[in-house]
């Protein structure tokens, strides 16, 4: 009679698997920020970073369940960094189609807000101008998700070497 396992479950399944919730969760964050909150220097977005960290843990912790409680501190990383990846493309198509499509003035507002603040910092009409061009050329077209996706990619990759460090568990060598 053969012997016949489930086969252990892949750091890029996993990764991919919780990519999904966690970009899926912050595009309706990002859409209650669009839709309802004027400044986009809030606070609240922030919590898209809190749930990217719970998800990499709870990634972690169901990696490491399917796999006899081991995970690697590579593995580990490959997860959350997998897992940036899958939330930060969703997230960035989110973000396009939303100030493409759905609300086409969401930026001329978040633009004007950002002028009242450089005004009330007191810089020059020269400053406030050329930022204002910087933030236009990284606001406008398909460049929003490349620049979300550089941006959640590089902020999970850090937050996945931290958490990967006390969530391993790394397999005996001589078992």
């Known amino acids: 009679m ?3 396992s489930t086969p252990a479950v892949t750091p890029v399944a996993t990764g991919i ?3 999904l919730f966690v970009g899926i969760i912050a595009s309706i964050l990002s859409f209650i920020q669009f839709a309802f909150i004027k400044d986009p220097e809030t606070p609240f977005r922030w919590l898209s970073t809190v749930v990217c960290i719970i998800g990499i843990y709870m990634a972690h912790k169901q990696f490491k369940q399917s796999n006899s409680g081991f995970m690697s501190y590579g593995q580990g990383l490959g997860i959350g960094t997998i897992l940036s990846v899958v939330a930060g ?3 960035g198509v989110f973000g396009y189609l939303y100030v493409a499509f759905i609300d086409p003035e969401y ?3 978040a633009m004007e807000v950002q002028r009242a ?3 009330a910092q007191g810089l020059d009409d ?5 930022g204002m061009m910087w933030a236009q050329k990284f606001s406008t077209g398909p460049i929003v998700i490349l620049f979300s996706l550089i941006i959640v990619v590089i902020i999970g990759f850090v937050i ?3 958490i990967s460090a006390f969530t391993k568990n790394t397999r005996p060598e001589f078992e």
Do not use: P, V
Request: no cysteine; glycine share 4%.
């Open 89 to 91: 493309l969703i997230s």
């Open 160 to 162: 996945s070497l931290i």
């Open 107 to 109: 930026m001329n507002r």
């Open 2 to 4: 053969e012997h016949t």
């Open 117 to 119: 603040k450089m005004e």
């Open 17 to 19: 698997r919780y990519g």
């Open 126 to 130: 020269a400053q406030i101008e050329q």
